[in-house]
């Protein structure tokens, strides 16, 4: 490990070389008296890494100050709230990759605080998508999302259905491999109301991701080269129409343009739904008998891929951030890495969650080697990863869902035609990036 | 420093005026009620007060929160003309004015008949009375996911009881259908807000003598001409409180309604409170939220005024028994 | 002998009516109370299943043990949460009761210019939503830097129950007949003495019914605190519902665990002053 690159940060903290290395100290480093100002997600999934805090205030001689713990959408009004107050005193923050663009400025740059060779160590996709406008806005923490398909497998192993099936469509009934043929299956499977084919996210920012992953699949674009909405083309039309037509068959639940990720997962846990498309956040759920009635019975398969051969893959990931208003950068930074080194990505990943580190991902599937469940799980999630993209960079995207979103369910519930739907919701989105200046 | 002072007679017999004399600082000696009534103004100048009007400033600008340098740029009514050019703010509106009407009427009602209820049990009032503010213990946001999940079409407590007993083959869609999903926000906010009509109107139950019953029941009034003529007005003027007292207190509907739907789905069940509430923060827009939320505090003020006057209107028509 | 008959029977058959009425409503009441209560002793398995299970099964106190269990073991920082929600709430509730009382009593004795305007004008600050104030009060909250401390809280709190604490106890005062305290007076006693020994003490139901409503709205308040705590500092039980949300799941048994945890001692505070309630509603707010 090399060190803090303080070459890049003029006038900071001048640390003594050491040994001939260029990077005189190791990570974490020493910062004794340094208190580091921290607001952090809260809730349990996310709290057991902040045990490991104390470690890290063991090796530096710097303190963390936690001074806000809240959930995501919590914690946003709260920054938002900072920049609009003019407040922000402290240095580090939990982020994530779908509300970063919102807070252009305030995050500084991390890749010219840390040794490249440490960020060479995380899936170069995340990074990637935590890169805004040539900055490393954040560090990607052990909380990486992309969706794959969840099923129950005995659907598949049931000769009658099987044969009903191949009569029926003429294909075998095989976990589907294209949203086409998982429609299909869904409409096949379902009896409503005692058992559903498959349901979908209906609002919010949900269901405009769906509709976006499966616009990207079909070969359609949510914004164009120049930034303006493009979503209202054939392929967001065929986008749609996948999400209408499943509902006007009756193969989702007719509650499902309310559902959010709450609902869908506890209805893939009651054992009415067969096809589920979900976060890796519930594969352990889903298969714990005290909390699911599918425990055993959960397959889980890569996702499915649309008319252009592309597969769906809206990702997203949590991350921590350094301010640019922070006094003492390099202790945050050396926080931040801390907090997303490989054994803090071990430990939070071991309760499930996706790494974004490459040599925790291997760690991980060669742990799973005796538990089948497991190893399935992570084998869906890790190619799953591969097709992942993240939402357009435009500090208006949660402006823009929330427009979009009463949109799309309009088509969905039929009150407007997809394509109607869609140059609505085009003309709103239009409005709004030009408001922002963004266009 | 209130929006308007509303005027009344000035009172000449007393001789303590609420009365601050400026010029003569040296002799001023503040009355009676103005040292107790200060306590009260200055929290609530510092709290409700100066924050209102720093909100009323920012209605007039295009403020967000994620460019605060936008909280200086001035541009009159526009965000005013625009919310009253949008048709989506007219109809959330009139649907929030709707479900104050239909909620509060209801719990009116619901809150009489328990009220009346617990009132005759022999045995048990204490019990009676505790269980009756059950719900007061639930915060609003609890009783969003208690309701959102009771109504899931799918696995909620609701159609599964209504599957069970053999009402219904269908998974009703609650949450989705726009009549439907109204009733269900009704529900819980009627669920939630019954206790308050109950309790303030189970004080005047017990209040009321016993008297003009006796008599009219030997006038030989049937027990519905009783009730509708004496106890029924007697009870009305707790009613109104109830009424003040939850229409000061609505917003907290709120918490409810942005956990259930979120006003959807597609804005069928928009509220002027969710509305304002994802344009203040998600979408970040506070100048144009602030405008809207103005509509909705004048919404507010128009049913309290119209009730204390109700209020005062029962008072005087009991006034001779009290 | 036959209609005393008949009549009796009317008779039984209209208290069975009325029992299974009384029994049925407050079902209604208590049912989807009692759901959550049931919802945090059972395994989320049979929270939502379909066919459901209307007979628990198994019920345990797993959520409740893994709530007081540390960090990373589903445990949250309860004891933080009840700690702020019992300093904030007590502390606002006495402030409103004392600021309400020394207002009820200007207005109910006394009779100053523009008075009527007045009583409207503080009723009508409580008709402001939260959502309004939210954001200004941060900033003012942000500037004097009392956001995520009791103070700023109990702060807001005692604002938001002044209102109906003027009214209540107003109402309260105008029913101790005058004389009263000006007998007291004759006797020897100063306008202070006579407002302690006379006055306040026939006050007890009002001002106990007064402190309940504030107690609860303190005690239940979302939308102000979520914006206005920010850590265990300050952060209230409603605002730590929120800790069992993450982005895509929820924990809904270990809500309701927390649920239960913020109900008891609500219930039990309510049972103690319920005769007190509304006695103090009675004369308090109607006969002002």
């Known amino acids: 490990m090399n060190g803090l690159r303080s070459g890049v940060c003029a006038g900071a903290l001048l640390v003594a070389l050491g040994a001939g290395s260029a990077f005189a100290q190791e990570l974490p480093g020493k910062f004794d008296g340094v208190t580091i100002d921290a607001k952090l997600i809260g809730g349990q999934q996310y709290e057991a890494l902040y045990a490991r805090i104390p470690e890290w205030e063991a090796a530096t001689g710097a303190k963390v100050n936690v001074i806000s713990k809240k959930n995501h959408f919590d914690l946003d009004k709260e920054i938002k709230s900072d920049i609009a107050s003019n407040s922000i005193t402290w240095c580090v923050a939990s982020n994530h990759s779908s509300f970063a663009p919102q807070y252009p400025g305030i995050y500084t740059d991390l890749a010219a605080l840390l040794p490249k060779s440490e960020l060479d160590a995380f899936v170069q996709s995340t990074i990637a998508a935590s890169t805004l406008d040539g900055k490393l806005a954040m560090l990607p923490r052990a909380q990486f999302d992309v969706s794959a398909l969840y099923y129950q497998k005995s659907l598949y192993e049931d000769e009658a259905k099987k044969a009903a099936y191949k009569e029926k469509t003429g294909n075998d009934l095989v976990p589907p491999d294209t949203w086409e043929e998982l429609a299909k299956q869904a409409e096949f499977f379902a009896s409503p109301p005692d058992f559903y084919g498959t349901q979908f996210a209906g609002k919010e920012e949900a269901i405009n991701g769906r509709f976006y992953e499966m616009l990207v699949a079909e070969g359609g674009e949510y914004l164009d080269a120049d930034g303006k909405p493009a979503f209202n083309s054939e392929a967001g039309v065929r986008a749609l129409d996948w999400f209408v037509n499943l509902y006007k068959a009756k193969a989702v639940p007719a509650g499902t343009t309310n559902y959010l990720w709450d609902d869908l997962g506890q209805g893939f846990a009651s054992g009415t739904v067969a096809l589920n498309l979900d976060w890796p956040g519930w594969a352990g759920f889903f298969n714990d008998p005290k909390a699911s009635k599918v425990a055993g019975n959960v397959g889980v398969k890569v996702q499915p891929k649309g008319s252009s051969g592309k597969r769906t893959g809206w990702s997203g990931h949590h991350g921590f951030s350094v301010t640019e208003n922070c006094a003492n950068k390099e202790a945050a930074a050396s926080l931040v890495w801390f907090l997303t080194n490989e054994d803090s990505q071990k430990l939070e990943s071991a309760a499930g969650p996706l790494p974004t580190r490459t040599a925790v991902w291997a760690a991980n599937i060669e742990a799973a080697k005796d538990d089948p469940y497991k190893a399935e799980v992570l084998a869906a999630f890790q190619e799953a990863a591969e097709n992942a993209f993240a939402v357009p960079q435009t500090a208006s995207w949660i402006e823009i869902s929330n427009a979009v979103y009463p949109e799309l369910q309009a088509a969905i519930l039929g009150d407007k035609t997809s394509k109607q739907a869609l140059d609505d919701a085009a003309a709103k989105a239009t409005e709004i990036l030009q408001d922002a200046g963004e266009l | ?322 | ?288």
């Open chain 3, 1 to 288: 002998m036959n209609e005393n008959a008949a009549a009796r029977l009317k008779k039984t058959l209209l208290r069975v009516a009325y029992w299974i009425g009384l029994f049925l409503a407050m079902l209604l009441i208590c049912l989807p109370g009692l759901w959550i209560v049931l919802s945090s002793f059972r395994p989320t398995v049979e929270i939502m299943a379909k066919p459901p299970v209307w007979i628990p099964n198994e019920l345990s106190f797993d959520a409740y043990v893994a709530m007081f269990s540390g960090i990373g073991k589903g445990g949250i920082p309860v004891i933080d949460y009840f700690r702020n929600s019992i300093i904030i709430s007590v502390t606002s509730t006495v402030i409103a009761i004392v600021i309400g009382m020394a207002g009820g009593y200007a207005f109910a004795r006394f009779r100053f210019r523009g008075k009527s305007g007045w009583f409207l004008g503080l009723m009508l600050t409580r008709t402001i939503p939260g959502i309004a104030l939210s954001l200004p009060l941060f900033f003012i909250f942000a500037r004097i830097g009392i956001i995520d401390t009791h103070f700023g809280l109990i702060l807001v709190y005692v604002a938001l129950n002044i209102p109906f604490t003027i009214w209540l106890i107003d109402g309260f005062f105008r029913q101790v007949p005058r004389d009263l305290a000006e007998a007291a007076q004759i006797d020897g006693c100063t306008r202070w003495q006579a407002f302690w020994q006379v006055e306040f003490p026939l006050a007890g139901p009002g001002i106990a019914s007064a402190g309940i409503f504030a107690f609860l709205t303190c005690w239940n308040e979302f939308a102000l605190a979520s914006q206005l705590t920010r850590s265990v500092n300050s952060k209230t039980l409603p605002v730590g519902l929120l800790d069992y949300t993450a982005e895509f799941t929820i924990d809904w048994r270990g809500m309701c665990a927390l649920a239960v945890v913020m109900i008891i001692p609500a219930l039990t505070l309510t049972f103690i002053v319920q005769k007190h309630l509304v006695g103090g509603l009675t004369s308090g707010a109607v006969k002002g």
């Open chain 2, 1 to 322: 420093m209130f929006a308007r002072p509303l005027s009344a007679p000035a009172d000449q017999s007393s001789g303590m005026l609420f009365f601050i004399c400026l010029d003569d600082m040296k002799n001023w000696k503040p009355s009676a009620p103005t040292l107790l009534l200060l306590p009260a103004i200055i929290v609530l100048a510092a709290v409700v007060i100066v924050p209102l009007a720093l909100s009323l400033y920012s209605s007039f600008t295009p403020f967000r929160l994620t460019k605060p340098e936008t909280f200086y740029v001035f541009i009159g009514f526009r965000n005013y003309l625009n919310i009253l050019t949008d048709r989506d703010f007219w109809v959330a509106f009139g649907r929030t004015v709707l479900l104050l009407t239909v909620a509060l009427n209801l719990e009116m009602m619901l809150g009489l008949g328990l009220a009346m209820l617990v009132e005759k049990a022999t045995r048990g009032q204490r019990l009676l009375r505790t269980l009756m503010m059950f719900p007061m213990m639930f915060s609003p946001i609890l009783v969003g996911f208690q309701f959102k999940f009771m109504f899931n079409d799918n696995i909620g407590l609701v159609n599964n009881a209504l599957q069970s007993l053999g009402l219904t083959d269908q998974a009703i869609p609650w949450l989705i259908e726009g009549h439907l999903a109204f009733i269900a926000i009704t529900v819980a906010e009627v669920w939630s807000s019954t206790s308050v009509f109950a309790i303030l109107i189970l004080a005047g139950l017990l209040a009321m003598p016993k008297e003009p019953i006796e008599a009219a029941r030997v006038d030989g009034c049937t027990p519905w001409q009783t009730f509708r003529y004496v106890t029924l007005p007697f009870v009305m003027p707790f009613a109104y409180i109830a009424m003040t007292i939850r229409s000061l207190d609505v917003a907290r509907a709120y918490d409810i309604v942005k956990i259930m739907t979120d006003g959807g789905p597609a804005g069928r069940t928009e509220l002027l409170w969710t509305l304002v509430g994802r344009t203040a923060y998600s979408d970040a827009r506070m100048g144009l939220a602030n405008a809207m939320a103005y509509f909705s505090i004048l919404l507010s003020i128009l049913f309290t005024v119209y009730f204390f006057r109700k209020l005062a209107a029962a008072r005087n028509q009991i006034g001779a028994e009290w």
